[in-house]
């Protein structure tokens, strides 16, 4: 049985199970939606004095909390029973870009040492690169109304337009940065 | 008890996560490249399903286990908001590889510089709460 998990799981298998996660969330009386648990948070710390948009039923997201509890235990039972090997498998050509930009050893891990290596959190730049990518993600969810989950699956999957609008802000961000900025930081 | 089926769903997810390698920042980075179709296929076959699915529970008026309508959710109009949004989580997500599922997954993975992601997330979140009413929406 892990044997048979083991190997990377292909495409046709992970966007099934979660559009299948979406559906049971659906069925739960709940939405698929992983950014909004960033504005719980907030308020869990005290937001709340500073903004009213952090006044919010927290007892309501507590579901959506203890998904999230559940992801990282998810992460945590893949890596520990399931994933003898952590090298990711990368086509040749994103191997190369990644040279072109000063990334060593792409694929023998799932992340690069070059921006998630430990020593990252002792020079400010590398700080800075995560610390920064972190705000605009939670920033751009929020402004968005949404992120990968809540747009992606489950707004174009309601054929909303709004989400389409946000998934090609998505690209246009995302292109930005791996084509024009990314060889501007590294 | 209500909220063991959570747990499991998002045990579930978490590891769809990481063994699809959607967690790993090289997917992301070889996503906005062109360079395979692997996360193209997971999006759309979720999205392609997501999309029949929605319409067949809208065509039976399906209800939750609890018997409301349900959680849909339609999104008000706006582009300033979704675009502009978008585009700012989208330079995020490209940067550090990780929309914010896979930011929690790899926590469980036990890469300890994610944590200062996270609290950027929140941290940006907590910014987009302070400055919402200056914003065009």
Not at chain 2, 68 to 79: F, S
Request: aromatic content about 14%; overall charge positive.
């Amino acid at each position: 049985m892990l044997e048979f998990l083991s190997p990377a799981w292909p495409w046709y298998v992970a966007g099934p199970l979660i559009a299948l996660v979406m559906f049971a969330l659906l069925y739960f009386g709940e939405n698929f939606g992983v950014s909004n648990n960033l504005r719980t948070m907030c308020a869990l710390a005290g937001a709340d004095r500073f903004s009213d948009f952090f006044k919010i039923d927290v007892k309501q997201q507590a579901w959506n909390l203890v998904f999230v509890a559940g992801s990282i235990l998810g992460g945590f039972i893949s890596y520990q029973f399931l994933t003898p090997d952590v090298a990711v498998v990368l086509s040749a050509a994103t191997t190369e870009r990644l040279a072109n930009l000063g990334f060593a050893n792409a694929g023998a891990g799932y992340l690069p040492q070059e921006i998630f290596g430990i020593e990252q959190l002792t020079s400010i730049s590398g700080l800075s690169v995560l610390l920064v990518g972190g705000m605009l993600v939670g920033f751009g969810a929020r402004y968005a109304g949404g992120c990968t989950s809540g747009h992606a699956i489950s707004g174009l999957s309601n054929l909303q337009i709004p989400s389409l609008i946000a998934v090609v802000g998505f690209f246009i961000g995302g292109l930005l940065m791996v084509h024009l900025i990314m060889p501007l930081i590294f | 008890m209500k909220y063991i089926k959570f747990l499991l769903l998002g045990i579930l997810f978490g590891m769809v996560m990481a063994k699809a390698e959607i967690i790993s920042w090289y997917r992301i980075f070889e996503m906005f490249n062109f360079d395979a179709f692997h996360m193209y296929g997971v999006i759309g076959s979720a999205v392609i399903l997501g999309i029949i699915g929605v319409q067949l529970l809208k065509k039976t008026k399906a209800k939750s286990l609890y018997g409301e309508a349900l959680h849909l959710n339609p999104k008000t109009m706006g582009v300033y908001r979704y675009l502009l949004g978008g585009i700012l989580f989208g330079l995020g997500w490209a940067l550090v590889g990780a929309c914010p599922g896979p930011m929690f997954v790899l926590l469980g993975y036990g890469y300890v510089p994610i944590l200062v992601v996270l609290l950027g997330a929140v941290m940006g979140t907590f910014l987009y709460g302070l400055l919402r009413s200056k914003l065009p929406h």
